[in-house]
């Protein structure tokens, strides 16, 4: 937290976030290029610059319709989802670390996930459309946070984000068992299965009609946060410190939950439960250009959009068929979460 | 003679007891478990979807209630009296929504179950069995199995004659398409792609139950190389396998593949080959994994091979319905099956 408070000087800091912020952009262009390049129809680099390449000039480009089809509708829209759902995760994450003053926070603190899921396997119970489910998954995950929110700030005993925290686990629970239970009325043969997939997450349908919605939240909500960077900086200090600085702690409070919250419910409508990208990924940009929230919240969202462009690209390519995403971020979360919990303390002070 | 409370109470117990101990019979089922059901059955309770629709076929009188009630474009199908009987909820499989106190009130005479015979399900039904005293008998519901389970299951409820009839329209059915497909050879099988989901990304693995009926009909599945249950594959993939023919059971995929321009340039898209399968009153494809999905292969056989299936469907589908689902449709309520709407 001294840190925060005593940011290092102007000089070393800025040099740490400018090579930060060109390392993490490198690496998101290097993955762009991957990302395009493998998959399971052929399409070459070569084949993505004629294509944008025609489509600036207007002239056909005389590739197969089935390898523009996977360019500009398919893994186009994808890598651009998998970029705007990684870094929707980590902004999000690393505004509720901030806010709650604790490295063990994921987006999903607060309830926004597993209202999202229940939404979705309410749509996919009542067998409704695409649109249907993602929008049922965004309400989901906003009206969550909403009554964590009103429960948590009615009840005027304690520490006020303590209570919110408690509130988030225990309203999170309680969705669950929601989702337990429309999994077990839903239809063995097909409800069922489909609900198992949502809840693990992935972008294998995500097509052009699905950017705008993942969009607009997430730039929304990141500006949101950008715009409050000096606050939460100072929102990091300890509550007493925060006030006696003149800051509104509540209503601040409120809008960084529901700027976090919108870009959680949209990735999750988007792409499904992603655990760990949230959680780890602001670590890792807080190691690279420090807890300054102004540099943060540029370089998680850079590297949480890397980082899930590589997952993705991994879980489209690796088989035949997809790999789940919530799988997959586990699988190599976990062995880092534990590291995380042993240097835990060193990391955080 | 005076008609004492004691006498009375003990004629009436053995009146009603006395048949049941005398006339039981014990048979074995698919599982190769022993039970002991009574001689003349009047109360069944299906275990899950395939028992409930198959009991229904067979004797229709004796079926306690469905896993899950029947919704109205479902009745229309159905027995108005038989469709319209309870929810009792599953009893094995994926979760047990039955409640075993409940069970036990209904006084069923036995269990009826049709699924897999693998040990998990032979434990659970010897499990509920010693837990409820109720017989519990389970039947192998393989496609290739459902003639022979029909012959015991016939046995066990004392319906031998119709049971033989039912099985033996199955058999014909399936020695019928076998025989035509087997003329096809391998290079002229359409390649399948069996899409599942609002999106179409769901799909069954070779060898799943989920596309039994399809590989049957000898398509070669495009997602057969891996072997397995559902899952979930991209578009890319589907274009990459460039199917021939797709074969769904979503009606919002079918609705909106052709205008999709992701699936725009796949083969079975351009060349109009997309087809949403029937599943009214239940599904001709993919489940419930029973009895309802020998009018499918009437319907994938045509879709497949026209040249090899001249039969009307119209007519196999009238057909199928009065013998089976004891209701003759009208041509609209024929027309409204195989659109694949419901």
Redesign the interface.
Known sequence: MSEAAAPAPAGTGAVRFVSGLGLATLLLLAGIMLAFSVGRFPVSLADLGLALWSRLVGQPSGLAPAAEAVIFNIRGPRVIAAILCGAALAVAGAAFQGLFRNPLVSPDILGASSGAALGAVIGIYFSLGIFGIQGLAFAGGLLAVALVYLIGSAVRSGDAVLVLVLTGVVIGSLLGAGVGLMKYLADPYNQLPAMTFWLLGSLSGTDRSDLLPLFGPVLAGTLVLFALRWRMNVMSLPEEEARSLGLATGRLRIAIVAAATLVTAASVAAAGVIGWVGLIVPHLARFIVGPDFGRLIPTAAIMGGGYLLLIDTLARSAAQVEIPLGILTAVIGTPFFIWLLVNARKSWT | MKLTRRSFAFGASAAIAMPHVARAQTLTDSAGRSVTVPARVSRVFPAG?PAAITHYTLQPRTLLGWP?ANRGPELVYLDPEVGTRPELG?LT???N?TNLEVLLQLKPDFILDIGSTARTFAETADRVQAQTGIPYALLDGRFGAIPESYRLHGQLTGEQARAEELARYCEDVVRTCRSRVATVPQERRPRVYYA????G??TG?GGSINIETIEFMGAVNV?G??R?G????????V??W?PEVIIT?DQ?FAANVRS???W???KAVRERRVHLSPKMPFGWV???PSVNRVPGLWWLGKLLYPNLFPEDLNTITREFHTRFYHRTPTDAQIAFVLEGRG
Do not use: K
């Not at chain 2, 599942?196 to 999106?199: D, E, I, K, T």
């Not at chain 2, 559902?230 to 993939?237: D, G, I, R, Y």
């Open positions: 979807p899950r599953r499989g994926r979760g929504t599942r989901g609002p999106r990304l769901d693995l997602a190389q891996t397995g559902l899952a979930t594959v991209s578009v890319e993939q274009l990459t460039d059971i919002d999709d321009p992701s725009a340039s796949v993919d489940f419930p």
